[in-house]
């Protein structure tokens, strides 16, 4: 069985913060008031020629839609609401 972990944002939770953030174990997941928690885009330094491009293209999207996925699972709530979040 997985170990509960309670998360904490004080300041900014951005990028893989908040993903920790909300991978940690259902009630145990805080923010203090004025913190801020963010979700961007995977970093996508897209470089090279047509092929590679389509390439880092479509790996960018599988990530993307995998994160949203791992999101709602973690948070409860629907893929759509993360996705328009």
Do not use: W
Request: glycine fraction near 10%; proline fraction near 5%; hydrophobic fraction near 45%.
């Amino acid at each position: 069985a997985p170990c509960d972990v309670a998360t904490y944002a004080m300041g900014m939770a951005a990028s893989m913060g908040e993903f920790l953030l909300a991978a940690g174990t259902k009630g145990k997941r805080y923010a203090l008031p004025h913190a801020r928690i963010l979700m961007h885009q995977p970093p996508g330094g897209i470089t090279g020629g047509a092929t590679d491009i389509a390439i880092q293209a479509e790996q960018f999207a599988v990530i993307k839609k995998e994160m949203f996925r791992l999101n709602a699972e973690f948070t409860g709530q629907t893929l759509e609401r993360i996705e328009a979040d």
